[in-house]
């Protein structure tokens, strides 16, 4: 399942998009330490599988707290996505 977190606003879009199907079967979780902004945790979803989230405290201004990520010009690869390897994790912005 693609779970989306975040929300839009006259400026934009600002979703972090999970496949969880890909996170039962990681077993590191290297999201929760990757991110600087401390935004992702595992939770146990409706299945009973152990899934990446981004926390309830965090959804309405993921814009804001991924900032230091997201440079203008010259951005490197994100940190959650470059951890992530199984390729759970996409950005809407
Ligand atoms: S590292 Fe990726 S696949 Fe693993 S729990 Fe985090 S988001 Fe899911
Ligand atoms: S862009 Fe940075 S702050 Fe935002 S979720 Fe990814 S690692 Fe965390």
């Known amino acids: 399942m693609k779970a989306n977190y975040g929300y839009l606003d006259g400026s934009g879009e600002y979703f972090i998009t999970i496949d969880t199907d890909l996170c039962i079967e990681c077993a590191p979780h290297s999201c929760v330490a990757a991110c600087p902004a401390n935004l992702f945790e595992i939770i146990v979803d409706d299945y009973d599988d152990e899934v990446a989230a981004i926390k309830e405290e965090q959804r309405k201004k993921i ?7 997201k440079p203008v010009t010259d951005r490197p690869m994100l940190p959650c996505i470059a951890a992530c390897t199984p390729g759970a994790v996409s950005h809407s912005w």
């Open 63 to 69: 814009k804001y707290a991924c900032g230091p990520c």
